[in-house]
């Protein structure tokens, strides 16, 4: 059966190894990009990440660490997405996963974007336009991710080897949709804003590093042999 879990259908003889890979950076990738952008925070003289969102990292002394760690960190996302739908095209239907993917892949983008268009400081000429393509950049990155966990919650609720992981995904994308739509000035009321948002990244990132860990573990013990 296509929905089975099977060695032969998670294996690929061909990539095995560039898969593994790929799984391994994904576990990687958001934990780096969470300490970095902690770091940045500790670098910056007067900085509070329970009151400033990272975002006030991207403009100013040192702003590179935090632009970098986006760009870098947003490319992964991407490259995760195809090794994605390489790894469940046995599990989830065809049409679902290309769309989930594709989702995947624009949240990618949308971190990118922070990194290529960050905050600017007052008076900058482009510090409207700037703020605009932010300001899309972040509506992409967490909606595209909220929706494609939810349609692959829903096709992994299929299968019983991963009804555990399609749980945790839809579980995930409704945390991150309630941290998002708390009001911002309730946020800026108790001056929490970056204490939320830290929240909301952490628990939404942490989604790609079960997965890539599930990824990499699955296709070690099939490269082995192993059952």
Sequence with gaps: MAQLETRSTLSPSKGSTLLRLVALIEVVNPILCVLV????GFLRPGYSAIHQVISDLGVGPNAWILNTDLIVSGLLLIIFAIG?????????????????????????TGVV?????????????????????????????????????????WQLWKTPAWYR?????????????????????????????????????VEAF???????????????TCYKGEE
């Excluded at 952008?37 to 940045?40: D, E, H, N, P, V």
């Excluded at 749980?167 to 309730?186: D, E, N, R």
């Design 37 to 40: 952008f902690t770091l940045a």
């Design 84 to 108: 994605f739908y390489q790894w469940m095209r046995p599990v989830v239907n065809a049409r679902w996963l290309v769309t989930s993917t594709i989702l995947l892949g624009l949240s990618g």
């Design 165 to 201: 992981y399609g749980w945790y995904s839809v579980i995930t994308a409704f945390v991150t949709f309630g941290l998002l739509a708390i009001p911002h000035q309730i946020a800026v009321y108790y001056q929490i804003a970056g204490l939320l948002e830290r929240v909301q990244v």
């Design 113 to 153: 974007n922070e990194g290529l268009f960050p905050e600017t400081l007052p008076g900058d000429p482009s510090a409207h336009l700037h703020s605009v393509l932010h300001g899309i950049g972040l509506s992409v990155l967490f909606y595209s991710l909220i929706i494609a966990l939810l349609i692959i919650g």
């Design 206 to 220: 942490a989604w790609s590093v079960i997965m890539g860990s599930r990824l990499f573990t699955l296709e070690r």
